[in-house]
């Protein structure tokens, strides 16, 4: 079993950033994808920015310039570091995390970019 432990969402204005991140119950290194989706309300659980275990990353492309994905491998933990903040942004954020054919989801983080 992994648990997942989303951090750092928040209300920002538009143009603002802020940092997600992803605390993981066991070393990172073992999982084939690490990833960050959202879900606006009344929407499907899309896609934000995906980290393969070898580093090489692909983004969704409305975050592309914007978003970056990292890895702290010391502390189990992955990031989401968000710029450029646009209302359209505005999400729950789940952290994703694949190993095994298997999918395991933290609880969810509020985005919510508004003036």
């Known amino acids: 079993q992994v648990q997942l432990v989303e951090s750092g969402g928040g209300l920002v204005q538009p143009g603002g950033s802020l940092r997600l991140s992803c605390a993981a119950s066991r070393s990172i290194f073992t999982f084939n994808t690490l990833g960050w989706y959202r879900q606006a309300p009344g929407m499907q659980r899309d896609l934000v920015a995906r980290?393969?275990?070898?580093?090489?990353?692909n983004y969704a492309d409305s975050v592309k310039g914007r978003f970056t994905i990292s890895g702290d491998y010391a502390k189990n933990t992955v990031y989401l570091q968000m710029n450029s903040l646009k209302p359209e942004d505005t999400a729950v954020y789940y952290c994703?995390?694949?190993?095994?054919?298997?999918?395991?989801w933290g609880q969810g983080t509020q985005v919510t970019v508004s003036s």
């Open positions: 980290i393969a275990s070898g580093g090489s990353t």
């Open positions: 994703n995390a694949h190993i095994g054919g298997i999918n395991y």
